[in-house]
C-alpha cells in the first residue's frame, strides 16, 4: 500500500498523492463565475479596464480621455455632455499631438468595422451588407455621419 506524502523544494511544495487519494470525488465547491463588467458598472461608475475602450484610458492621452468621459457620463446638461466642450477639446489636442496613435483617417484603420467601409465605399453593396448586420439601421447611421463622401450619400440615397 502507497502513502501519499509531501516534500518541500525551496519555495515549491511537492504533493505525491496516490490512485486512492484521487479515486474519491471533490467535495470543494467553486463560486459561480461573475458575470464580466461593462463600460458603466451596476453602481453606475465608468470600468477604466472595459477593453471596449481599446486603451484610450491609458494611452499618452488617457487622462484628458478619462476627464472628457467622466464629464459626458455624469453630465446632467442639456443637450447631455454640452458642458464638456473644454474636456474634448482639451483630448482633441492631445490626440493631434500623437498622430501616429490616435490618427485614424490615414488608412491606419485596422478596426473590422462594416460603417468605417460603408463610409469609405464608391458602391452600395456595402450599405446592403450593414443593413443585414444592423437591422436596417446602417443607411441611417451612414446618412447621419458627420463626415460623409459624396459617393457615400449617393449610395445612401439609391438604398432609400
Request: proline share 6%; glycine share 8%.
Amino acid at each position: 500500500m502507497a502513502f501519499s506524502y509531501c516534500k518541500v523544494f525551496g519555495k515549491d511544495k511537492v504533493i505525491f498523492a496516490t490512485k486512492e487519494d484521487h479515486s474519491t470525488p471533490s467535495t470543494v465547491e467553486l463560486p459561480a463565475p461573475e458575470p464580466p463588467q461593462g463600460l458603466i458598472t451596476k453602481d453606475g461608475n465608468i470600468n477604466w479596464s472595459c477593453p471596449c475602450l481599446g486603451g484610450m484610458a491609458t494611452g499618452p492621452c488617457g487622462v484628458d480621455f478619462r476627464e472628457a468621459f467622466s464629464c459626458f457620463h455624469y453630465s446632467e446638461a442639456e443637450p447631455k455632455g454640452s458642458d464638456c466642450y473644454e474636456a474634448f477639446r482639451k483630448m482633441q489636442d492631445c490626440f493631434q499631438q500623437y498622430p501616429t496613435v490616435y490618427n485614424k483617417a490615414n488608412g491606419g484603420d485596422d478596426d473590422d468595422d462594416a460603417l468605417g467601409d460603408v463610409m469609405s465605399s464608391d458602391s452600395s453593396t456595402n450599405i446592403k451588407d450593414v443593413d443585414e448586420l444592423t437591422g436596417g439601421a446602417g443607411a441611417a447611421a451612414a446618412a447621419t455621419a458627420t463626415d460623409t463622401h459624396t459617393t457615400t450619400t449617393n449610395a445612401v440615397s439609391k438604398v432609400e
